[in-house]
């Protein structure tokens, strides 16, 4: 299984670009998030889907929208890149949002808005 | 408002030294506490959950443990292998179950 699949791994953008960020799971979980990690910030979930359907802001939404597609698959847009959106960006998926069940991760994309 | 603090920032260890990461959470209705490992240029990889104080658990060299306001991660004779960062995060009750994260501890475990 491959798990979180996410791309593209890397991409440069220059300030007013758009793009969008796609990711699949194949373990057929209900749950999906998008997250972006900063140095000395941590993870700070941007937007999550608790289920096909539906979909929820995080911490930090403002400039990025969201698309559950189906099941497996969620995307993230950048309708117009900040260079405050240069960051390391992770789409996880977890069984269920309302038991305990950990969440899995994409290796990631690695944004950089010039 | 929901705190999730990681120490040391940095660790680093002979190989075969032993030691421990700490996690110390603040969050009303804890639900969960997780570890994961970070490889460099890779995405979390889960480790383990904590549901409650006095929990244990292990894996190889690694075993975690809970109690009311933190966790520890005890690696006992660690190898090159177990260099990464590790993350701590905390699951809280409610509507939406937030998972907050820490920044994470970087440990390089030298031969």
């Known amino acids: 299984n491959a798990g979180v699949t996410q791309t593209p791994k890397f991409q440069v953008l220059k300030t007013g670009q758009s793009m969008t960020l796609q990711c699949a799971q194949d373990?057929?979980?209900?749950?999906m998030y998008w997250y972006r990690q900063d140095p000395g910030m941590g993870l700070r979930l941007i937007y999550y889907s608790a289920s096909e359907g539906t979909t929820d802001k995080g911490e930090v939404p403002n400039g990025y929208n969201v698309s559950r597609l189906n099941k497996r698959e969620f995307s993230l847009r950048l309708e117009s890149a900040a260079p405050s959106q240069t960051s390391v960006y992770f789409c996880?998926?977890?069984?269920?949002?309302?038991?305990?069940?950990?969440?899995?991760f994409g290796n990631g994309t690695r944004l950089t808005v010039t | 408002e929901d705190q999730v603090t990681q120490s040391p920032e940095a660790l680093r260890l002979q190989e075969g030294e032993s030691s421990s990461l700490n996690c110390s959470y603040t969050?009303?209705?804890?639900?969960?506490l997780f570890w994961y490992r970070q490889d460099p240029g890779k995405g979390p990889e889960f480790l383990f959950t904590l549901y409650s104080a006095g929990e244990e658990k292990e894996k190889e060299r690694l075993k975690a443990t809970l109690t009311k306001k933190e966790s520890f991660l005890h690696i006992t004779a660690p190898k090159p292998e177990d260099s990464a960062t590790y993350l701590c995060?905390?699951?809280?009750?409610?509507?939406?179950?937030?998972?907050?994260f820490g920044i994470g501890t970087k440990l390089q475990v030298i031969p």
């Open positions: 995060a905390v699951r809280k009750a409610g509507g939406y179950q937030k998972v907050t």
């Open positions: 996880a998926s977890s069984a269920e949002e309302g038991n305990n069940s950990p969440l899995h």
């Open positions: 373990m057929n979980h209900n749950s």
């Open positions: 969050v009303s209705g804890l639900r969960g």
